[in-house]
């Protein structure tokens, strides 16, 4: 089953801030995009073709990084990431949990990586 993105662009550090703060509460996806580079346009597409994760998962976030320079650095540096394009970055509990760039990016991956974060908030509310 497929599932329509619907994108949140991200354009300055105070939003960017608050993604971080609420991915202690859910999952946030923050896609760095050039949309004048085809390498980029081509990953977002791929990326939306054989999107299958049910709204509900996470928050999902556009971040173009020529119209918000500013914003891409301050998500690099947070994230402790080289900064490239396409580049995905997935945050949760406050930090990141995943990162993929270029040609690398699937879905197939970040599903993977959210249910590794799932099962891992699960063991750890039963340690608690």
Same mark, same amino acid.
């Given at each position: ?37 085809? #390498?980029?346009?081509? $990953?977002?597409?791929?990326?939306? =073709?054989?999107? &299958?994760?049910? %709204?509900?998962? @996470? ?10 320079? #500013?914003?891409?650095? $301050?998500?690099?540096?947070?994230? =402790?990431?080289? &900064?490239?394009? %396409?580049?995905? @970055? ?39």
């Amino acid at each position: 089953m497929s599932y329509p993105l619907n994108w949140k662009h991200l354009t300055t550090t105070e939003e960017f801030d608050e993604i971080i703060e609420n991915s202690r509460e859910k999952p946030a996806l923050v896609f760095k995009h050039r949309p004048s580079a085809p #390498e980029s346009t081509n $990953a977002l597409e791929k990326l939306e =073709g054989e999107w &299958n994760i049910a %709204p509900g998962n @996470l928050d999902l976030y556009m971040l173009d990084v020529m119209k918000d320079k #500013e914003v891409s650095e $301050a998500v690099t540096e947070v994230a =402790g990431v080289v &900064n490239e394009y %396409p580049q995905v @970055l997935l945050f949760a509990d406050g930090v990141t949990m995943y990162d993929e760039s270029r040609e690398m990016i699937s879905v197939k991956k970040i599903k993977l990586a959210l249910k590794i974060i799932n099962r891992t908030f699960k063991w750890m509310e039963t340690r608690v």
